[in-house]
């Protein structure tokens, strides 16, 4: 794992005023959810039309859910009418009283918000106050993206040096290809899905939805053939005691000996045993490296 060491450049204002714009659409989605009585039509307006789109296929929501058995898993919805029965069923189920920022964390492409959270929680229909995470991407002209999930519960006697060794030993197991050394970070007992941008192999570029380890293997098996990674180069990072955030920017070689690059930004959830529980993010488009 490299960190990268960026420049000041004579369009560094430019720059700026992008991220200002996608900050502004991304607080104003989240403002919107808050809005006494809660709307989905309100909020759906503060999200991008498909024809706007540039970096993305598609829209991407991820949302951990626990069913009635009590387990947590993902849904998913990768379309307006997808979206919208999402938030229909916010309105139904849970209460938003209030959200208070621990920490925002801002691109041109991508907002984390890192909050405690008050309100029904729409999970277990309970009040509760607690920690939340919500991932914002801004591709088009509102957001086109949300992965979010109200607090788990973090690994017991795992410290924060023990995380950023976790965070560490994943992309330097990413970088080496090995997909078994991968897959030994992460649970057994607590894997709870992921879903991420599908580079290679099923339909491309659609949002990989990976509920178990298997299809997670896989998704991995079919990455490592079609490219390996030259580079893994993480240019922003967050560690939570029960997820971890990171931005990366990744240099690849296709097996056809072209050399493509990309950029993602993901969270990992922890799970109770300390190793990973799952990953929720997404991607911009693949394109050529031009320095070869």
């Known amino acids: 794992m490299r960190t990268m ?5 004579s369009a560094s204002l430019d720059h700026a005023e992008r991220v200002a714009d996608s900050l502004r659409r991304s607080i104003r989605h989240a403002e919107s959810e808050y809005i006494v009585p809660f709307s989905p039509e309100t909020v759906m307006a503060t999200v991008s039309s498909d024809a706007s789109l540039v ?12 069913g009635e ?3 947590l898993s993902l849904e998913i919805a990768s379309d307006r009418d997808g979206v919208t029965k999402h938030y229909t069923w916010v309105q139904e189920a849970g209460e938003r009283d209030r959200y208070d920022l621990n920490a925002r964390l801002a691109t041109d492409w991508w907002v984390i918000w890192d909050s405690q959270w008050k309100g029904v929680s729409p999970f277990t229909r309970e009040r509760v106050e607690t920690e939340a995470f919500s991932l914002h991407f801004t591709d088009g002209d509102g957001i086109s993206g949300e992965m979010t999930s109200l607090g788990l519960t973090p690994p017991l006697r795992q410290t924060h040096a023990e995380r950023v060794q976790l965070f560490k030993d994943y992309f330097t197991a990413v970088e080496s290809n090995n997909v078994d050394q991968i897959l030994r970070l992460f649970t057994e007992e607590h894997y709870v899905g992921s879903a991420v941008r599908r580079y290679f192999g099923g339909m491309r570029h659609e949002l990989a939805v990976l509920p ?38 990744w240099r690849l070689k296709l ?7 990309m950029s993602t930004a993901e969270v990992m ?7 990973l529980a799952g990953r929720l993010g997404h991607g911009t488009r693949l394109e050529p490296l031009s320095n070869g």
């Open 212 to 249: 178990n380890l298997s299809d997670l293997r896989l998704h991995y098996e079919e990455f490592h053939q079609a490219a390996s990674v030259t580079e893994a180069i993480v240019t922003n990072w967050y560690i939570k005691d029960w997820y971890l955030f990171a931005e990366v920017l």
């Open 55 to 66: 970096r993305s296929d598609s829209l991407a929501w991820v949302v951990p859910k626990f």
């Open 69 to 71: 058995d009590g387990k």
């Open 5 to 9: 060491v960026i420049k000041a450049r």
């Open 255 to 261: 097996r056809d000996g072209s050399r493509m690059r």
């Open 269 to 275: 959830l922890l799970g109770p045993d300390g190793r």
